[in-house]
Structure formats: C-alpha cells, structure tokens
C-alpha cells in the first residue's frame, strides 16, 4: 500500500493539476469580472462553469497548425517541456503530513530547477516559431527569467537559514509556532513578485505582452499547442502558490487556536486558493510595466532587498545562537 | 509603490460594488424615445404617407444606404415609387431624420434587427411604412406648406398668409 501511494498521488496531481488549471481559466476570468465590475462567462452551466468545457472542446477541434517557416522538431516541442516541467515541480510539494510523492532532502532546490526549466518552452517557443514578435518574446523572458531566477532562489535562502534544511517537509515542520512569513517579510515580498515573474503571468507578462507584441512567444500557436502553454501558465501559478504557502505560510499548518478544527489539506487548500486570489488582484490592479523597469526593478531594488533579508537573517540567527 | 498598493486596495474594495452589466436577453435595456434604432417611414394624422420623395435623406445619409424614386400622385402631390434602406450598411446616425422636412423618416427605440441572411437586411417600402404618425402626431406637411395641391390653393395652408397680387397697386 506504501508503494502504491505515491504512484496514486501522481496520477491524482496529473489529474488533479491539468483540471485545476481548466476550471483555473474559468475562476480567474469570473474573479476579474468581480473586481472590473462585470460578470465574466456566467452563461454556460451553473455560474458558467461549462465554458471550461466549452473552450476545451473548441481548443481540441482547432486546425493543429504547424508553419512551414519553422523549426518543426523545436516548436513541437516547446508547450510540452513547460507542462513537464511544472507538473514535476509538483512532485516536492507537501499537501498535507505524508502526503507527498518524494520527499527529497533537496526539496527546494529541485522546486527552483522544475521552474527554471520551464523557461525553456518560453525561449524555445519564441525561437523556433521564426517570428519577429515571437522572438522578441523569447528573448525578452530569457532576460526576464534570468534576472529574477538570481533573486528568486536568493530570496528563499533566509527560509532555508531559519529552518535549517531544504527538505520542504522540514521547513513546514519549523513552522508548527510562527509562519515565516512575519519573519521572512522581505522575503516573501521578493519571493512573490519572483514567482509572478517566473510563471509570467499579468503584471510581469512581458514575453507575451499582447499590446506590443500580439502575443509574444505564442503567436503562431493555435489549438491544444497554444492550450498546452496556457496549462503550463496556470500550472505554474498553482505552483507558485503552493510554494508560497508551502514556504512562508505554514504549508498545512492551520492558524493558531482554530488549526485543529480542520484537516492539514483543508488548511493547505484554502491557503492556496488565498494567494491565487490575490494573482488574480494583481492581474487586475496592476498595469505592465515596462521591460527596462522591470530590468531595473529587479537588479536595483529586488536583488539588495533580498541581499539585505540575507544579511539581516544571519546576523540575527548568529545573535540568537549567542546568546543561547 | 504606495500607489501601487493603493490600487491593489481600490480594485479590492470593488468586490462589493454590483456589476454594471445589464444581462441583455433576459433583461432588456431600457431605451428612450428618441434613441437611434431601426428606421421606419411614417403616416400623417389623414393616414397618407409623409414622405415626399425629396431625396434629402438619401443625399445626406453618409453611407449611401438609402434609394428612393419620386412619383408624383394625381392631385400633384410627390411620394416615393420605390424607397429601400439597406440596413447592412446603415451606421444609425440618424442624419436622415434631421434633414427630413417632413418628419416621415424617424429612427426608433428598436436595434434587434439581425438576419441570418444578408440580403434580408434590405428593407423596401412596405417594411418600413408604418400605420402611425411616430414622434409627431398633428404634423401634415401638405397643411403648412405653401405648395399648391388640388384640395388646397396657394395660401390656404395653416398660418399663411395670402398671395400679394404684385401687378395690383393697391395695399
């Protein structure tokens, strides 16, 4: 039974993710219909779910479209490797106590490789599809992803201080008392305008930025390729929601007093569904910003804030230890 | 960066306030009177058609969309032979309406006009007359204007005065 719970995990989270990500398109598009004072699709199904199944039907019909000038070995392959790679990103994350598919003593590290990885569909995408506006969209999330990947697994190395380890297991078990996230503000901070940045998505969506460059690294993907990215998109979001309540919130740590009325992954779902909530804030509160304020927005105020989280996080453990 | 977050805080607060949106099929807008919709040729209060064929609409109309033909009735009064909107092309600027001079086309509160097929959008006359007097109820041009018809001599319309003799001398 041991053997098999993992392999019933995976299949539940292929499962599980790709649905989420579906019904996510449809949430996020009803929640920014709350906030713009509008309703969103409301007309298929109860509250309009159907338009999840809708969108899927229309995007499995679409003329799966290859264009003759591109590299068609590469722009096949581009969707798939952000969609592996997410989905193996995953495989760290700890639900609930034990209910986790590996519990690598690397956790961490293995989370900011999957997201890294991810990077390559972008910058394949954008490359092979042999298109101005595509690959300014690579190139521009090349330079995107590299700048804030610096900062992003910086910023987690005060967590990885105060915990003690990279096991993400350990590091909700240190946890149990105080979130990270009052002590590790600064990082949190950097950590979630990071992981905006490394899943793409609005604010920080420069490769696609659809008023200057139609869409960016997907122009020239149509049907369930161009459905493959948006899953990869949305999947990453789930990640990085799950890393940021994983890492800074208590993972499946309820809050103090009332924790214990309701299961661990209630408490981890709920979190989850919290910070997706806010995304989704940002996604319609904040415009674009530009590509060289981005650039300098990372290298100028990102990386020292982050360096100065570091700083301060050590000398504080040290003095601690001292006095102890 | 406060601004930023002041508008994080703005666009929060937005999750109380209700949707503008008016949820058309099943409830309808309400649209005033003088709202710019299809367009329909009206009767005077007698029941004859207003339009005199003057071509005003269809010269003003600035994407051609209106054909009219004049024809003259036997007691010298002008109509149209034919008049045809072709409600594909139509903007509802409602420029026909202002240059009409006798309130025969008017544009009313209606805009579910749409057709499966093209060529349905072509309206003629008889889709666009109506049994009415539309916006306007007691105006007859051929009563006001000064145009000689055989029921009506020169200066027996209403508020006109009488033909000046200007042969004759005398005041």
Known sequence: MSELMPVLLALTILIGGVAGAAILTWFERRLLGVWQDRHGPNRLGPLGIGQVLADMIKLLFKDDWVPPFSDKVVFIFAPTAIVVAMMMGFAVVPFAPGMMIIDVNIGLLFFLGMTSLAVYSVLLGGLASNNKYALLGGLRSAAQMVSYEVFMGLSLMGVVMMSGSFSLVDIVEAQTDVWFCFSQILGLIVFVIAGIAESHRLPFDLPEAEHELTAGFHTEYGGMKFAMFMLGEYLGLMLISCMIVTLFFGGWHGPALIGHWLPPLFWFGFKVFIIICFFVLLRAAIPRPRYDQLMSLGWKVMLPITLINLVITGAVLLWMEGAA | ?171
């Not at chain 2, 509802?92 to 057709?115: H, K, N, R, S, V």
Request: with cysteine; aromatic share 10%; proline share 6%.
């Open chain 2, 1 to 171: 960066m406060l601004s930023e977050l002041r508008t994080i805080w703005e666009v929060l607060k937005h999750t109380f306030t209700k949707a503008e949106t008016v949820q058309y099929p099943e409830e309808m807008p309400y649209l005033s009177p003088r709202y710019r919709g299809r367009i329909v040729l009206t009767r005077d209060p007698d029941g004859e058609e207003r339009c005199v064929a003057c071509n005003l609409c269809a010269a003003v109309c600035p994407v051609d969309c209106i054909a009219l033909q004049k024809d003259t009735r036997e007691d010298g009064t002008w109509y149209p032979e034919f008049f045809r909107i072709n409600f594909s092309r139509c903007i509802m600027c409602g420029m026909c309406e202002e240059a009409c001079p006798t309130y025969a086309i008017q544009l009313t509160p209606d805009f579910e006009m749409c057709e499966y097929d093209r060529q349905n959008m072509v309206y003629e006359k008889e889709h666009l007359l109506i049994n009415g007097v539309g916006k306007y109820p007691d105006y007859n041009f051929y009563r006001v204007s000064g145009m000689q018809t055989a029921t009506k001599d020169k200066g027996e319309a209403q508020n006109e005065a009488r033909p000046i003799d200007t042969k004759s001398l005398l005041p």
